[in-house]
């Protein structure tokens, strides 16, 4: 039972029955939202100000219209478009739940709390009307889940009984639900949550193993994690058995084994279900799971994170040992995936107390979480590219309904979370971020003060102190400050700190009211690698991250915020030339040498030397990541030595040549095995199966499988397919719309490689409105794998 978790906000007799169950008391408690609350002036408060305002104009009727359709009730607004009614409907509904709880918690605005009451209370109508406990938007909802539960599985990657993620989405309802009754206090919530876990029970409990572990194929969120948070909410077992049941094992085994097995999966489909071993291995007592847990960890913040604290290329987990992709590709990092590993992180902590878990939430939260709000109008960023050059979109509150969204109006909801935490009577200040607590046990409130990262200094005021006797305080020292002591004032005078336990100071006293604790420290610019040892540079200033705005392109119009399109998340501009990068030339140590700090009450700095543009010396600005916006930006600068710096560029123009020259030729394009490319074309097949061989998906199918290609100009005549040389003896047909294109028997000859072939489209099948592609086995042999496919125009003459 993880009394700090939710035991403050559970019944008596529930608390009590939780506490018999279990015993793992968390090592580190942190302080309920409602105690802690961010002062104006700061980046955090203003983006929960903002987050704030986005909320408000998301209208409840419209996130509540698939709920009450799949109810049979009507309906008293239009359902938001996008994602939100083309097959995740309702998704957005349950991060709307934990949203408002969250705001609410975190500044006790009425509004918020009115609009979660009323949710809560239109999706009670929903439940009742459905009579079974179920409550969810997913289309045609009610026949799909009476199809699972008569045992009829049909799973894919992305796909359950061919709808799009259906336990992903409705893991969304249970949290937001679990959020409404823990964060916003409303009673009902908990009623709906028993009802919701009572129609899960029941929906499973003639399944096999076998089956729910089949089942758990499709992305499925945090669902093991709902149900271990369910168990201590509600003391009930059963939920701690299925919270194990849904911990997909494929992906755990190798994690128990300490293997990294993650290149090529998508990334947030991982993430959410370590969460949940871990909080498995909590409630039961799992030091393996727990270990499993920590070695995923372990592996991605170290080796496959960028600077930034963000993960993943395309949304998946690319090689470790090459972050090329990293570097070329638009699709950088997703928010999601940083927004679940501070949920790891902050349980990890809560275990533990090891600040190297804070070193890594707070370079994420600084870096990643905080720039994916447009500070301006409150957009939420899904990739956060990390090519040079490149730019990120921003939601239309009215049009994008991205799963960035959803989280996104969490993230900026929940600022306070980890500033704070105590272990026992010691408090810990774990966050530069200006705030105050209501420490309500100690009868002890506290103003926190500083302007970091512009200023290198923090004060603590106590504004309340009950007299209880001597309290420690403990002041996180960051990793960052590489071993040099920071300075500490009492009321104004120098004073000695213990070191207590890793990371902090700690001065134990009687506090006063008015005493003031001033920490201050140096800080000094550093640089940090690509993870892959690849020559890519990320300037930091602590935990910060420095960047510079790049403008290749005069007088350039960029779209920054995103239209109401399928794919509208994506940057899909152009991308930087990089002849017009800047690029670090000579030894970093010269570059970090010529870093000047720029006057002026915010962080800047001036690269003086070791830079070239365009064959020319070049002076460059370096500012807080999180401050730029809708620009083009450099958050890694290329690093070479002045000999290579011809060759370099030479190569970089000639491949950028050839990749304009083919993004000219094409039209349409797929990454078979994909979840958004696939979801983007109409996916459908039967018999089919997706994976990974060296880094690339693949799809392959014992029937058949289809897309949908675009082409609206009719001016297609050549479609690539991308095969590997060890899918040998197989035969299929290739189809576009219905007719035969070409009949494939793939032969031995190509080895372990990759290879590409490409299909002329006769005169007669050539289409202005699309295509549908189809791959259909023959009898006894399998369509695939494909590896990629790409539909083309004639080249430009």
């Not at 003639?206 to 369910?230: K, P, R």
């Not at 774990?430 to 512009?454: E, K, M, R, V, Y």
Request: with cysteine; hydrophobic share 35%.
């Amino acid at each position: 039972m993880q009394a700090a978790r939710f035991g403050q906000l559970v019944s008596p007799l529930a608390f009590a029955v939780a506490m018999a169950c279990s015993t793992n008391v968390a090592a580190m408690e942190l302080f309920p939202l409602e105690q802690v609350r961010l002062t104006s002036g700061s980046p955090f408060a203003h983006a929960q100000q903002t987050n704030i305002h986005y909320i408000e104009q998301l209208q409840p009727d419209k996130l509540l219209s698939p709920f009450l359709r799949e109810a049979g009730l009507p309906t008293k607004a239009e359902s938001y478009g996008n994602w939100e009614n083309t097959g995740l409907d309702g998704h957005i509904g349950g991060h709307y739940l934990s949203a408002l709880s969250l705001a609410y918690e975190a500044t006790g605005d009425a509004e918020m709390k009115r609009r979660l009451d009323y949710m809560i209370s239109e999706l009670r109508r929903a439940q009742l009307k459905n009579a079974n406990g179920y409550v969810g938007g997913i289309p045609g909802g009610m026949q799909m889940w009476a199809d699972i539960k008569a045992g009829k599985i049909k799973a894919d990657l992305f796909s359950l009984n061919d709808h799009w993620v259906p336990w992903y989405n409705i893991h969304k309802t249970f949290a937001g639900i679990r959020d409404a009754y823990v964060h916003g206090h409303n009673e009902l919530a908990k009623v709906m949550l028993v009802d919701l876990g009572e129609w899960a029970k029941a929906l499973v409990a003639h399944l096999s193993n076998e089956q729910i572990q089949t089942m758990l194929i499709s992305e499925h969120g945090g669902m093991n994690e709902v149900f271990a948070d369910m168990y201590d909410i509600t003391g009930d077992k059963d939920y701690l058995k299925l919270a194990e049941q849904f911990s997909q094992k494929i992906i755990l085994d190798p994690l128990l084994k300490h293997e990294d097995k993650l290149n090529g999966l998508h990334a947030n489909t991982q993430i959410p279900k370590v969460i949940g071993y871990l909080r498995v291995s909590e409630e039961e007592h799992k030091q393996d799971w727990h270990d499993a847990a920590e070695f995923f960890w372990e592996t991605v913040t170290k080796h496959r994170s960028v600077s930034i604290g963000g993960n993943s290329v395309r949304e998946h987990f690319h090689d470790s040992k090459d972050f090329t992709s990293m570097v070329e590709d638009v699709e950088g990092p997703e928010t999601c995936n940083t927004y679940n590993m501070l949920k790891l992180s902050k349980i990890l902590y809560q275990e533990s107390g090891d600040s190297r878990y804070l070193d890594f939430y707070e370079r994420a939260t600084f870096n990643h979480i905080l720039s994916s709000q447009n500070p301006d109008n409150g957009g939420l960023v899904y990739f956060t590219a990390m090519r040079p050059g490149h730019y990120r979109v921003y939601s239309n509150v009215d049009k994008s309904m991205w799963c960035c969204v959803g989280s996104g109006i969490e993230n900026h909801s929940k600022y306070g979370e980890m500033i704070y935490a105590h272990e026992d009577n010691e408090l810990l200040i774990n966050l530069f971020i200006g705030s105050t607590l209501n420490w309500q046990a100690q009868g002890l409130t506290l103003t926190q003060a500083t302007h970091f990262p512009d200023q290198n200094s923090m004060t603590l005021t106590i504004d309340k102190a009950a007299g209880k006797g001597k309290q420690a305080i403990s002041i996180r020292v960051p990793a960052w400050m590489n071993g040099v002591a920071p300075e500490l004032l009492l009321n104004g005078k120098v004073v000695k700190a213990e070191q207590r336990r890793a990371g902090y100071l700690t001065l134990e006293r009687t506090w006063h009211k008015g005493d003031t604790l001033a920490f201050s420290f140096g800080v000094k610019p550093t640089l940090e690698q690509l993870p892959d040892g690849s020559n890519y540079y990320s300037v930091l200033y602590g935990p910060v991250v420095l960047a510079s705005k790049v403008e290749p392109f005069a007088n350039e119009k960029l779209q920054y915020i995103a239209d109401g399109s399928r794919m509208g998340h994506i940057a899909a501009g152009p991308t930087c030339p990089p002849e017009a990068l800047p690029i670090m030339v000579g030894e970093p140590t010269s570059f970090l040498q010529g870093l000047k700090r720029l006057p002026g009450d915010k962080l800047a700095f001036e690269a003086e030397q070791g830079v070239r543009e365009k064959d020319e010396p070049k002076k460059i600005d370096l500012v807080p990541f999180f401050r730029i916006h809708e620009s083009r930006y450099e958050v890694y600068l290329p690093q070479m030595s002045a000999a290579k710096y011809p060759e370099f560029m030479a190569a970089a123009k000639a491949k950028e040549a050839a990749a304009e020259r083919l993004a000219k030729q094409t039209l349409d394009k797929i990454n078979p095995g994909e979840q958004q490319p696939e979801a983007e074309h109409n996916f459908a097949g039967e018999g089919s199966r997706a994976g990974v061989n060296k880094g690339v998906h693949w799809r392959d199918s014992s029937d058949w499988f289809a897309y949908d290609l675009a082409d609206k100009q009719g001016e297609a005549n050549t479609l690539r397919i991308t095969y590997f040389g060890g899918d040998i003896n197989r035969t299929f047909d290739i189809l576009l719309n219905d007719k035969l294109l070409q009949t494939v028997e793939m032969k031995p000859g190509h080895g372990d490689n990759m290879y590409q072939v490409d299909y002329q489209i006769p005169a007669n099948m050539v289409s202005s409105n699309g295509y549908r592609l189809k791959f259909v086995a023959k009898p006894g042999s399998t369509a695939g794998g494909i590896y990629g496919i790409r539909l083309l125009k004639a080249a430009s003459k």
